[in-house]
């Protein structure tokens, strides 16, 4: 089977990567298989940058092919806050409890009809010797007063679906892989999986 390397060491990223991958006849192998490698700064100002900056540097680091997610939520009310700092929202440490408390605080007096907020995911593909790539793909929602669901990761609790009339985190992981970010990214690049191997990388 052929081995695509995610240069995440997110593992609800990488579970969804595996589900997702799997179907097409892809292995995913992630950052949690290469402990060796460091986290790569995210110095850029868009999802792009960031996910170029990691699909290169990793690319580089394995001199293989390697796909970089940089995904996040923007809040309208919040002026597309937190967007590219979503992770570490409300600390260095990366804490998805305190990150939607924080921006859950926020909205406390934002009325139900103004609370709309989107999901971001930009993947970058890199490989030797090749111009690097981006897709990108987002998924539409309203931000809850409360947490719901224990699917998922990250904001999914506080996500609310307009067409699913659910919390994404209410979603199981076939069903969030329908109408995600991350699924609308991942199928611009799923017809170019095949070309993109064939080159060699
Ligand atoms: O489907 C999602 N459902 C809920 N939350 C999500 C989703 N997708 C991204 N998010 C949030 C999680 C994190 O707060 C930020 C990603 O930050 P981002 O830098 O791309 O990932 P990360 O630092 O966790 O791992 P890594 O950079 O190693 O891939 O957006
Ligand atoms: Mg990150």
Known sequence: ???????????????EFENMFQPLGYKV??????????DVEETGNTFEENAILKAETISRALNKMVIA????????????RPGIFSARYAGEEKNDEANMDKALGELQNVDDHERQA??????????????TFTVTGTCEGMILREKRGAFGFGYDPVFYV????????????????????RAHALRKL??????????GK
């Not at 009339?165 to 992981?173: F, G, R, S, T, V």
């Not at 799923?190 to 080159?199: K, R, T, W």
Request: proline share 5%; aromatic share 4%.
């Open 1 to 15: 089977m052929q081995e695509v390397i995610i240069a995440t060491k997110n593992a609800g990223k990488a579970k």
């Open 29 to 38: 192998k992630t950052l949690l298989d290469f402990p060796e490698l460091h």
């Open 69 to 80: 997610d940089d995904s996040g939520l923007a809040i309208d009310a919040l002026n597309g």
């Open 118 to 131: 989107r999901f971001y995911c930009a993947l970058a593909v890199a490989a030797p010797g090749q111009e």
């Open 162 to 181: 307009i067409e699913k009339d659910k919390a994404m985190a209410e979603l199981n992981p076939e069903e969030k892989a329908q109408i995600s970010h």
């Open 190 to 199: 799923e017809s170019q999986l095949p070309i993109l191997f064939s080159e």
